[in-house]
Nanobody, 126 residues
Framework: VQLVESGGGSVQAGGSLRLSCVAS????????MGWFRQAPGKEREGVAS????????NYADSVMGRFTISQDNAKKTVYLQMTSLKAEDTAMYYCAARANFMGARPPLTFGTYSDWGQGTQVTVSS
């Protein structure tokens, strides 16, 4: 699966952005999609994830209530709507996919995912 992110940019604290991730290639088995982020000097962390068949979602505590992951299966696109952005949300954001994963909730662990996009930068100024 090939993944291409877009929608990053610079915004002031309190603002909003919507990231998009378009999947191509062998997407049939991509049962789980996730958004991760990595700030300079920090480990990559899971932000939000979704099962593409059921729509079940999972969020990191740090973004709960502010970020929303959604999907448009016809467009093979996953979105991350980010609101009430904070300076600490500044990071490179990556889209990821994983085939044939089963669990109570879609995972937010880095090692679970096999396919990754190149990332899109989000910068929030305070």
């Amino acid at each position: 699966v090939q993944l291409v992110e877009s929608g990053g940019g610079s915004v002031q604290a309190g603002g909003s952005l919507r990231l998009s991730c378009v999947a191509s290639g062998d997407t049939i088995g991509a049962s789980c999609m996730g958004w991760f982020r990595q700030a300079p000097g920090k480990e990559r962390e899971g932000v939000a994830s979704v099962y593409t068949d059921t729509g079940r979602t999972n969020y990191a505590d740090s973004v709960m209530g502010r970020f929303t992951i959604s999907q448009d299966n016809a467009k093979k696109t996953v979105y991350l709507q980010m609101t009430s952005l904070k300076a600490e949300d500044t990071a490179m954001y990556y889209c990821a996919a994983r085939a044939n994963f089963m669990g109570a909730r879609p995972p937010l662990t880095f090692g679970t995912y096999s396919d990754w996009g190149q990332g899109t930068q989000v910068t929030v100024s305070s």
